[in-house]
């Protein structure tokens, strides 16, 4: 195997003495490198021609695949990212920022295995297997089962679970991660681990710190949900005439104080405020609580859709609960977008008058849009600690700021940046202070990024973004990279420092 000059390449020489077949090794002399890398980009931002790209795709087909990228890279100097999705909104499972670096993709699309244990209410699923994809297999296999995780189905569940992870069952079911019971990582000396083996301080690490810090996490074993074989949906557009602001200002304090079967979302766009619901339960009973809680609303009948959960995240993806469920299965998605997110967590409402002021942000024409998460339920009573991400009670909903659009100029480029980061901006009084805090798997390296101390990357500077995203969590988090990482093999633009472990 040789690199693109022709001359042989030792780390892609010794990954062939592992026994990873030729077939799997992709290097940009490979007619087939360009097209698998871009198949899971969801950011054409990271895939500019100027953008270092890896020296190698390395397309794992078994463990012994992953455990040799890791070994080999580490003999030779070359850096490991890992994709499962490829949805990271900073590009960093498949692109650097720093030019100098080697660096290979470790992609693990091809193991993505759903096996589904219905009589258990358990499954076990590959890391490159879409959300969509562990929808489908608990679908088929029960409708009284389910997972909590998030909307869109294309998003990988190796990120995905890595850093939190949630949707539409947060409220009664908490996050992905929260329902994970055991997972098979790779770690920095190239060793297969489970739950037993690597030690509870690394199995909490890799639920919601961000897996590309502490190994490759191939598998994981998760916990299915209840839910009733019938639930509702319904989705309410009011606009900005029909009181959209003063409806937005009275429901951060209602959607996360009610029902935990319920949760109520909001995408703010243009001149509208879309209200999404799902209901674990029949349309009457939903209705009432809704004309309790919230009858400015004005939630009928008519709204009501009831189907079974399988729907509803096609419902939700889709925004049409008739369209089939295979196309849960379909791993395109949308590709050919630029994206660029941010997020913040609102802990006290943001008054009227601000969301009055936002309408002249969103009926810009470089406007993106707004999306408003309810918390409390379940996610208010597990403990900050219990998992690296640190949102729970007290938060009442997460904000992001997206934007998305086709166009690959500089101009475009730099509308669009800098409405997402004006408006953000704008929201600082009425956000989370001291941090100001964000969701990791709303990756936005605005906030800061790594810089190197000696041979490993800084505490001191990784703090900086690293307590917004894990809070109090932050310093164990590095404790336990310190104890599984020492030498920092596992690292990128905002992965979790080593904190050396006291002498
Ligand atoms: P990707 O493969 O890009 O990986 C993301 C990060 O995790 C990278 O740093 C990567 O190295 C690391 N990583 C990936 N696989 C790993 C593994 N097996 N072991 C170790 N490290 C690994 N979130 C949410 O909570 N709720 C939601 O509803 C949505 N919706 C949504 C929609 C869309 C369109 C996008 C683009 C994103 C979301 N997200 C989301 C955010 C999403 O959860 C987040 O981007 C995940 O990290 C994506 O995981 P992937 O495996 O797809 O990403």
């Known amino acids: 195997v ?6 042989p390449d030792p780390f892609l020489g010794c ?7 030729p077939r799997l090794l992709h290097t940009p002399s490979s007619p087939s490198y360009a097209a698998l890398l871009l198949s899971s980009v969801r950011n054409l931002r990271y895939v500019a021609p100027s953008t270092p790209r890896p020296l190698a795709i390395v397309a794992a087909a078994e463990p012994a695949h992953a455990q040799a990228a890791v ?7 070359v850096h490991v990212r890992v994709r499962s999705g490829g949805h990271d909104y900073e590009g960093l499972s498949y692109a650097s920022l720093d030019p100098r670096e080697r660096f290979a993709v470790l992609d693990l699309a091809a193991l993505r295995d759903v096996r589904v244990d219905a009589a258990r209410a358990e499954a076990w699923a590959g890391s490159g297997a879409t959300l969509g994809e562990v929808y489908y297999a608990v679908g088929a296999a029960s409708r009284a089962l389910a997972f909590p995780a ?4 294309t998003v990988g569940v190796g990120g995905h679970l890595s850093g939190g992870g949630f949707g539409t069952l947060m409220r009664r079911y908490g996050l992905a991660a929260d329902n994970v019971l055991d997972a098979v990582l790779v770690d920095a000396d190239g060793r297969l681990l489970n739950r037993t083996t690597m030690g509870e301080d690394l199995f909490w690490a890799i639920r919601g710190g961000g897996g590309e810090s502490f190994g490759v996490v191939l598998s994981w074993k998760l916990r299915l949900v209840r839910v009733p074989e019938t639930v509702t949906v319904f989705t309410v557009r009011r606009s900005i005439n029909q009181s959209a602001s003063h409806l937005i200002t009275k429901w951060q304090q209602i959607a996360p104080a009610l029902p935990r079967d319920l949760i109520l979302r909001v995408v703010v766009q243009n001149r509208h405020a879309q209200f999404q619901a799902l209901f674990l339960g029949r349309c009457s009973r939903l209705l009432r609580i809704m004309r309790a809680h919230f009858p400015d609303l004005g939630v009928t009948q008519p709204d009501c859709e009831e189907i079974s959960w399988i729907q509803s995240t096609v419902y939700f993806a889709f925004y049409s609960s008739s369209k089939p469920l295979e196309l849960l299965l379909d791993r395109s998605g949308e590709t050919g977008r630029y994206v660029k997110a941010k997020s913040d967590y609102v802990q006290e409402p943001v008054p009227r008058h601000v969301w009055e002021s936002a309408w002249s942000w969103l009926e810009k024409p470089e406007a993106g849009l707004l999306i408003l998460d309810p918390y409390g339920g379940r996610m208010g009573s597990i403990s900050p ?3 690296p991400f640190p949102h729970r009670k007290g938060n009442l909903y997460n904000l992001q700021y997206y934007s998305f659009w086709f166009d690959n100029g500089t101009a475009a480029l730099e509308k669009r940046m800098s409405w997402v980061r004006g408006l ?10 001291n941090p100001r805090t964000g969701y990791v798997n709303y990756r936005d390296l605005d ?3 790594n810089e190197l101390a000696g041979n490993v990357t800084s505490y001191a500077k990784a703090r900086i973004w690293g307590e917004k995203y894990f809070k109090g969590n932050f310093e164990r988090l590095a404790a336990v990279k310190g ?5 920092d093999f596992f690292h990128n633009e905002q992965s979790i420092p080593p904190l050396p472990l006291p002498a």
């Open 385 to 387: 600690s219990a998992t």
């Open 424 to 433: 953000y901006s704008e929201m600082e009084p009425y956000v989370s202070k």
């Open 483 to 487: 104890m599984v990482d020492p030498d």
């Open 15 to 21: 990954l062939a003495a592992a026994g990873v077949p």
């Open 150 to 153: 998030g909307v869109c189905p």
């Open 447 to 449: 906030l800061g990024t």
């Open 71 to 77: 070994r080999c890279g580490r003999r030779h100097g």
């Open 2 to 7: 040789a690199t693109a000059s022709g001359a």
